[in-house]
């Protein structure tokens, strides 16, 4: 990037998993909440972890009420989700991080993954790296890449979820140039949103950067896989006099259906990083004990 941005302005979704009856129906929903999300004038527009398993409603209850028939039939409409969601970004000049889903790797086997498209129809993904217990029943393997992506409006990492709540993850992103880390989670029980809500206010603290959860919210019993939703989006930074004393940019209402938007510093993150009240990202290397162990990344260029 020639030019470092200054700000950026971020809407994170609280977004309800719902039981469309078509695919039409589902696209007319997603359409209506990107724009709505773009109309805040937002330049980035995120979405929450297995948003796309709201997809597997639209077959009837042999492919809904099926775990295995679900993840098969969602994976197979990865193509399709990711450039319908490239249209809207392109339409509302906003980038979009796409709802999670499982996507079939090389290998056969499904990861959890979200998608970054840019406006000019670039694509970044990133996979879960650290499965749930519950994943693993699924039958989802980890990923094994930890990337950063640079774009006009900044380099992001993206820690899906339970990614958020190991240390040793996002401070690969953050040493790799990441300044906002995209957390997309899914949590069954408010218990589960307030441990992904303690990593996401962690990682920004240790880090000097900006973290921005997006929950699914809402219950859905048809599915075995979204069935019950609870959480709120957030924005978060340092507790830094001038950018925030909580730490708590921006917050939601917990399990409304909303937008939650928000304007991040990033110069001033960039200063907080080197002259700020304390200096954690600088004496990273000062913990006692074992070497902690380095985290290879690849970059990736969405521009």
């Known amino acids: 990037m020639s030019k470092q941005p200054k700000t ?16 039409a129906e589902w696209e007319e929903k997603v359409a209506l909440w990107t724009k709505n999300g773009a109309a805040t004038g937002a330049a980035l527009l995120v979405y ?54 499982p996507l079939r790797s ?32 699924w039958g989802i393997s980890a990923g094994n890449t930890v990337r950063v992506f640079k774009t006009k409006l900044g380099v992001f990492g993206i820690a899906i979820c339970y990614d958020s709540e190991f240390p040793l993850l996002v401070r690969a992103m953050a040493e ?32 000097a950067i900006a973290t921005v959860q997006s929950p699914t919210v809402g219950d859905a ?8 939703n609870a959480g709120a989006a957030g924005i978060y930074v340092p507790s830094e006099q001038g950018l925030s004393d909580t730490g708590v940019l921006a917050e939601g209402t917990l399990n409304a ?36 162990r380095r985290v290879d990344v690849e970059t990736i260029e969405l521009q």
């Open 48 to 101: 929450p972890e297995y948003a796309a398993i709201e997809q597997a409603a639209c077959f009837g209850p042999e492919v809904y009420g099926d775990l295995k028939e679900t993840l098969a039939k969602v994976a197979e409409l990865t193509p399709e989700r990711v450039q319908f969601h490239a249209e809207l970004a392109k339409k509302h000049k906003v980038h979009i991080l796409v709802g999670s889903g």
């Open 8 to 23: 950026l302005k971020v809407a994170s979704a609280q977004y309800p998993i719902g039981q469309p009856k078509t695919l």
């Open 176 to 207: 790799a140039g990441a300044e906002v880390v995209l957390v997309p989670s899914c949590t069954e029980r408010v218990s589960g949103y307030h441990r992904v809500r303690t990593g996401s206010l962690a990682r920004a603290l240790e880090n």
């Open 221 to 228: 019993p048809w599915s075995p896989a979204v069935d019950f």
């Open 257 to 292: 259906a909303e937008w939650v938007t928000g304007t991040i510093d990033l110069e001033r993150l960039r200063r907080v990083r080197e002259t700020g009240e304390m200096h954690n990202y600088c004496d990273w290397a000062l913990q006692p004990g074992a070497p902690m």
């Open 106 to 137: 090389s290998d056969g086997q499904y990861v959890n993954a979200a998608q970054l498209i840019t406006p000019d129809g670039a694509v970044g993904v990133q996979e879960k790296l650290v499965m749930t217990p519950f994943e693993r029943d």
